[in-house]
């Protein structure tokens, strides 16, 4: 059974950075591609940034030079570093191994 939780979530103000982490079990993680989505009120659920096996990255346009994610296979985590937040990133965010299993989400306010 794969499982995927999230952490790093809260409230910051604008301009201001958090980092996530999503822990991966039971799944050979190191194969796999890893990608971070998040979910507005109101708003369907939109891709953010994208990391290979190989350690390729993907980016959405709006989060280009601000958010960084990366991998760490024997951790069998992966991390978005968000830096230069806007009130527009606020969301709820979750990760997915593969596009096909999903943490359970984890809320990040941005405040103006």
């Known amino acids: 059974q794969v499982q995927l939780v999230e952490s790093g979530g809260g409230l910051v103000q604008a301009g201001g950075s958090l980092i996530l982490s999503c822990a991966a079990s039971?799944?050979?993680?190191?194969?796999?591609?890893m990608g971070w989505y998040r979910q507005a009120p109101g708003k369907q659920r939109e891709f953010v940034a994208a990391i290979t096996s190989g350690g390729s990255t993907n980016y959405a346009d709006s989060v280009r030079g601000r958010f960084t994610i990366s991998r760490d296979n024997a951790k069998k985590t992966v991390y978005l570093q968000m830096n230069s937040l806007k009130p527009e990133d606020t969301a709820v965010y979750y990760c997915s191994l593969a596009n096909y299993y999903w943490g359970q989400g984890t809320q990040v306010t941005v405040s103006s």
């Open positions: 039971g799944s050979d993680f190191s194969i796999n591609f």
